[in-house]
Nanobody
């Protein structure tokens, strides 16, 4: 089992920045990759970014490329999502997820999920 706890969400004006954190505990030595997903009201959950735990390879959805940066601190078992130049359309609940199966960063099958943190971007 892996437990994930997100933090760092909030209300920000368009053009502003936020940094989300996701702290992992439990069987973290088995984690192969960590990802961020988001779900806006009335919409399906969508992939945002992912990073492999060992090599640090990253992948992003097109809409956040150049604005968001995913990173990890292996010593702290924590993954971050730095979000810059935020837009109202980035408003969503952001979820952290852990994948146990090895493979490239763009594999989308995740095994454990956090509870989510709300990000609201006002225009």
């Amino acid at each position: 089992q892996v437990q994930l706890v997100e933090s760092g969400g909030g209300l920000v004006q368009a053009g502003g920045s936020l940094r989300l954190s996701c702290a992992a505990s439990g069987r973290t030595f088995s984690v192969a990759a960590m990802g961020w997903f988001r779900q806006a009201p009335g919409k399906e959950r969508e992939f945002v970014a992912a990073i492999t735990w060992s090599g640090g390879s990253t992948v992003y959805t097109d809409s956040v490329k150049g604005r968001f940066t995913i990173s990890r601190d292996n010593a702290k078992n924590t993954v971050y999502l730095q979000m810059n130049s935020l837009k109202p359309e980035d408003t969503a609940v952001y979820y952290c997820a852990a994948r146990m199966a090895p493979g490239p960063a763009n594999l989308r099958e995740y095994d454990y999920w956090g509870q989510g943190t709300q990000v609201t971007v006002s225009s």
